[in-house]
Nanobody, 116 residues
């Protein structure tokens, strides 16, 4: 599967932004999809995930502010980010894990910059 992340940009603290991950090449509903983020020079960190059945998980740092959702008909996973903080500044990457094969796929990142 190929993943294309988009929707990043420059926003101010307190603003909202939604990033999207579009998949192609496979049956999207068979994948668990996650968002990770990475600040230059630091390790990539888990942000949120949604299972093929729609169950969701969030990192403590984003609980209550971020919402992950998926539209299998559009092969798309969304990450709605509210009340953004400067600490949310990072490159956001989407990841897809096949529940059938266990194969992991990464998309390219989309940069989110939150100014104070």
């Amino acid at each position: 599967v190929q993943l294309q992340a988009s929707g990043g940009g420059l926003v101010q603290a307190g603003d909202s932004l939604t990033v999207s991950c579009v998949a192609s090449g496979r049956k999207f509903s068979d994948y668990e999809v996650a968002w990770f983020r990475q600040v230059p020079g630091k390790e990539r960190k888990f942000v949120s995930a949604i299972s093929y059945a729609g169950g969701t998980h969030y990192a403590d740092s984003v609980k209550g502010r971020f919402t992950i959702s998926r539209d299998n008909a559009k092969n798309t996973v969304y990450l709605q980010m509210n009340n953004l903080e400067p600490e949310d500044t990072a490159v956001y990457y989407c990841n897809a894990l096949s529940r059938n094969t266990g194969t992991n796929y990464w998309g390219q990142g989309t940069l989110v910059t939150v100014s104070s």
